[in-house]
Each structure stands twice: as structure tokens, then as C-alpha cells.
């Protein structure tokens, strides 16, 4: 018997990260030792709400006639709840019940009381998926805030719903830690507010112990989630305005320190969206999942009475924004807006949303995206989940063609890249940001990747130095968005047109500048063609490639 010892050391540097608590409840989810499910019968009734629910950002219509439901662009008709072959984030979505409160919900009111008398009937077994916690977390808050526009919950709906969140207490997800403990707690809180009794409060008291712990640890003190996924940093900061919308309508005080903190979280959702006012693409992020960040704002400005908009957008208009703990900046001109990510791989034990992206960056022209990370599309195993997080697909240097990350799997990280240096400089009121990386350091030579950035009134200079010992292939990715259209293409240098204006990219190098036909994520389950300029250097170490992009 032969053993893969390069598999043995992935998982190693896998599993080293994980906690103790996640490995426990792995072991217990194996075992099934939490995953009985108990129908409670209710013993007790629904609160009396003091103030009206502050209208929340509505969802995209998912629900239709005959059955047919739309999710990740993806319309199918489906008479089953449990569907093995179909995508599991496909089959999540079908348990949300995200279309209560979506666009025009009213209009399908019949037929949403049908669907949950439906769910209710046809999902008894708390083996199947959609008894899973995450999806259980989002249809109790779904649930609730559906009765908060005037539709009365049945004795059957409310018993069910009494079930899940008992249920639910029993089965947090400690496996999976991150985001999916905010939806738990958030999940707990709605429905330790909504019923009234003992429980009820018990139920409600441990939300917020959850809560209050999980946001001391995943905001940063920045304002970043950790995870450093904008898309799920939008998801965690409507999931926090809601709980602030809940605790006003039942008159509960809401605890101060997470009003601090959501501020800086909106800073920062801000600093990392681009003059389209659409996310950036870092680790796990692409457009259509997340609420759009206009309807955000405005959900903000409803719950706070305006009074935190004036001050946001006095803050906005810096042209330079460093976040010191979750490692991102902002760098803005007159026509140029700059996202540079300088950022470690995430938190250790959750890497499941990181990207092998260290050093990529995103730049906007003339409000319009020009080189872009390019997305994400599946969670889904297989090749393409693989090439969507791996370098090749992100704006940064390859060496080797490794990725500067181990990323397997759908949402795995072995050896990881770590920033060994950083640093801001400024003269002359020219911004100059350096970052280095060492996520090559195991291949022959050590290789260290160093970048830095100078972003002028009408230009970019990037200067890429690898240095270490050897002969190594170096490959500089810029994947370019899809309304970007090449007018001219050389050995060293491009010129395309953006937004009906002509762009330079000029390289000095040792090296040779060639097209390669790629892919740009538009949204899940849609794909759009682009091109990557890739310039191709082989030679000894140390390396330098310095790129300049110049517009009018």
C-alpha cells in the first residue's frame, strides 16, 4: 500500500487551523446526536408588536405560477422539496421562503399561505435539507417578517414555525462557524420577540448571547467581517438592521455596542463598492445575492431618520481609505477608483469564502469596471468552482502556474498565503501602496512576490518584483470586464477602449503581452466572455514587471 503524502499534507494544513468545537460537532453531526426533531405544540401565543416593522429591502420575485420557482438564474418547475441531483444552493433557496417578502409578495398571498401549508405537510423528516440550520434560520426569519405586512400565521403555521426555532436552538451551527452563527442567532432573536412566555425568552437570551459574541469576533475592529467577502458582508449588515428593526418594533433596547460598530461596517461596504454601486469581486463575491448596496442605504437611512446619511457621505469622498485589520484600501481620483486587496487569506479555521487572490486589485475608469476579479458563479465541486477561486482568475502575478493559495475542494484551503510586509507612502499627494506575499515560498527558490501601487490623476503604475532564486515562469493576470473592447494589442503594450475612451497598458519587462479568452461572472449561474491580457516572463529570479495604465 502506497500513501500520497502530498495529500496527507493538505489535509494537515487544512485541519491545523480548525477549533476544537468544530471538529466536536463534525463528530456529532457524523453521529447524529443532535438531529432529532421534536413537533412542539404551542403552549403559547405571539407577541403584541408596539411600533410598525420599518420596511426592509425587498427580494427579487422568486416564486411563480404552477410550481415554478427562480433561483440563481435558474427557473424550474418543482412539485418536490428534496431534489439530490439538482445544486444544493439551488435546493437552499427553494427553503428561504425569500419570496414572502419580495416585490409584489402581496399579490401572491394565496398562494404563499398554499406553499407553507405545503412545506409544512411535505417536510417532516429532519434528516432532509431543508431542515438544515442555515435554511431553518432564514424561513423563521422569512416567516416572521411575512405576518409583520399584515398576514396572520395559522395555528399550523405557527406551531410549525415554534418547532423549527426549538429545533434550530438544539442545532446551531458550530461545525461551520462564520456567518451562519449570525443567521442562527438572528434567526433566534426574531422568534424569542415574536413569541411570548418563558421560553420564548430563553430562546430570545440566547440569540443574543450568540449574537453578542459572534459580532465581537467577526466585525472587526475596522469595520470588515471577517471573512472578507463583501457579498457576505452586505448579507451580515442587513442581517444586523433587522434585528435593530425587530428590538425598536417590541421596544427592547438594543445594546450600543453593536451601533458602533455598524457604522464602521457601512463605511466600509462603501469603500469596497465601485462607482456602479455594485460590490467588488474579492473571495466570494459577485452581484445578485446580496440586497443591492442604493437599497441598503436607503433601509439604513429609514431605521436612523437620515441622520446617519449626511455623515457618510461627508467620509465618502476621501480619496485615500486604508482598513487596518481587514488589510483593504481605496484609493479614488478624478476619473479612477482603485480596490486593492492587501489582505490575509481570512480567518484560519473558516476559509471556506477565500479566493487565492492575495494582491489582486480592481479598478474602475470613468465609473465603468476595467479590470476585474472575475467572480464566482457555483459552489458546486468541480473544475469550475476550483478555476473561479484560483489565481489565474484574479487580477495578481502566478509563479509556476501554482496558485498562491492551496484552494480544493469547494470551500478548502491548505498552505496559505501570508502578507510578510505592507505599507502606505505619500509624496507629493501621490499614494504609493506596497504589499508582499510569501505564498510561493515552497516552490524551489522561495520566491517572494512584492507589488506596489502609485495611482496618479491619469495613470496606474504597478511594479511587480519576485524575488528568490531560480528559473521560474511568471504569468501578470489582468482579467478586463466584458464592456471593455481592445483596439490594439502588441508584445508589450495594449490599447482598449473604455466607456468610448481610449486606455494605454504598457509593460517593461523581459517578457511577451498575449489575449486569452476567459470568462466574467455576471451573477450565479451566469457566465459572460472577457479576455485576461496575460504577460509571460521565464527567467531567473529576481524578476520585475512594471505595468503602467494611462487614460485622459
Known amino acids: 500500500m502506497t500513501f500520497n503524502y502530498s495529500f496527507i499534507k493538505r489535509y494537515f494544513h487544512t485541519i491545523k487551523y480548525l477549533r476544537f468545537i468544530q471538529i466536536y460537532s463534525r463528530f456529532r453531526l457524523i ?12 403552549s403559547l401565543n405571539s407577541n403584541k408588536q408596539i411600533k410598525k416593522w420599518v420596511k426592509s429591502p425587498e427580494k427579487k420575485q422568486s416564486f411563480y405560477k404552477k410550481n415554478t420557482f427562480k433561483f440563481l438564474n435558474k427557473k424550474m418547475r418543482k412539485t418536490d422539496w428534496n431534489h439530490a441531483k439538482e445544486e444544493k444552493l439551488w435546493i437552499y433557496n427553494l427553503h428561504y421562503f425569500d419570496d414572502l417578502n419580495s416585490f409584489n409578495a402581496n399579490k401572491r398571498q394565496k398562494s404563499h ?12 423528516d429532519s434528516s432532509d435539507i431543508g431542515w438544515d440550520p442555515y435554511p431553518t434560520s432564514l424561513r423563521i426569519v422569512n416567516w416572521i417578517k411575512w405576518s409583520f405586512k399584515g398576514n396572520e400565521l395559522t395555528k399550523k403555521c405557527l406551531e410549525s414555525l415554534w418547532s423549527q426555532t426549538r429545533y434550530l436552538s438544539k442545532n446551531i451551527e458550530y461545525h461551520l462557524l462564520g456567518n451562519h452563527l449570525i443567521a442562527n442567532a438572528k434567526a433566534l432573536i426574531f422568534a424569542g420577540l415574536f413569541f411570548e412566555g418563558k421560553v420564548a425568552i430563553q430562546i430570545y437570551q440566547r440569540g443574543m448571547l450568540l449574537l453578542k459574541k459572534e459580532f465581537s469576533e467577526q466585525i472587526l475592529p475596522d469595520g470588515a467581517h471577517f471573512e472578507l467577502s463583501p457579498m457576505y458582508h452586505v448579507i451580515v449588515l442587513e442581517d444586523i438592521y433587522d434585528i435593530y428593526n425587530i428590538h425598536q418594533m417590541f421596544n427592547v433596547k438594543f445594546p450600543n455596542i453593536f451601533l458602533k460598530k455598524i457604522k464602521l461596517m457601512h463605511q466600509w461596504m462603501l469603500s469596497m463598492t465601485h462607482p456602479d454601486g455594485k ?9 445578485g445575492i446580496a440586497t ?6 436607503l433601509y439604513r437611512e429609514r431605521l436612523f431618520k437620515d ?3 449626511s455623515k457618510m457621505s461627508k467620509k465618502s469622498k476621501k480619496s485615500f481609505k486604508h482598513f487596518l485589520n481587514s488589510q483593504y484600501s481605496r484609493v479614488e481620483t478624478k476619473h479612477a477608483v482603485v480596490i486593492i486587496d492587501r489582505a490575509q487569506i481570512g480567518p484560519s479555521y473558516i476559509p471556506g469564502h477565500a479566493h487565492a487572490d492575495t494582491l489582486s486589485f480592481e479598478l474602475s475608469l470613468y465609473n465603468q469596471r476595467f479590470i476585474v476579479n472575475s467572480g464566482i458563479s457555483t459552489y458546486e465541486p468541480g473544475n ?4 473561479e477561486r484560483s489565481t489565474l482568475s484574479h487580477s495578481t502575478i502566478i509563479v509556476d502556474n501554482h496558485n498562491s493559495s492551496d484552494i480544493w475542494d469547494s470551500f478548502r484551503v491548505g498552505k496559505r498565503a501570508k502578507i510578510v510586509k505592507y505599507k502606505n507612502t505619500s509624496k507629493d499627494k501621490i499614494m504609493t501602496l506596497l504589499g508582499a506575499h510569501n505564498g510561493y515560498s515552497f516552490l524551489p527558490g522561495k520566491p517572494i512576490h512584492y507589488r506596489d501601487w502609485t495611482l496618479e490623476n491619469i495613470s496606474l503604475t504597478i511594479i511587480d518584483i519576485i524575488k528568490g532564486k531560480g528559473k521560474h515562469s511568471i504569468q501578470h493576470i489582468l482579467p478586463i470586464h466584458p464592456d471593455v473592447r481592445i483596439i490594439l494589442i502588441k508584445e508589450n503594450y495594449a490599447h482598449l477602449n473604455v466607456s468610448g475612451r481610449e486606455v494605454k497598458i504598457e509593460y517593461n519587462g523581459c517578457g511577451k503581452l498575449k489575449k486569452v479568452p476567459s470568462f466574467y461572472c455576471q451573477e450565479f449561474g451566469i457566465l459572460k466572455k472577457n479576455f485576461k491580457m496575460v ?10 514587471i512594471e505595468t503602467r495604465i494611462l487614460w485622459k
Do not use: A, G, M
Open 384 to 387: 469550475k468552482r476550483h478555476l
Open 307 to 309: 441622520k446617519f446619511k
Open 292 to 297: 443591492e448596496i442604493r437599497n441598503v442605504k
Open 535 to 544: 504577460y509571460e516572463v521565464f527567467q531567473e529570479l529576481p524578476i520585475k
Open 113 to 124: 399561505y398554499n406553499l407553507i401549508d405545503r412545506w409544512i405537510d411535505e417536510n417532516v
Open 31 to 42: 453521529l447524529k446526536l443532535n438531529n432529532k426533531k421534536i413537533f412542539y405544540r404551542l
Open 279 to 287: 460590490i467588488s469581486y474579492f473571495n466570494d463575491s459577485v452581484n
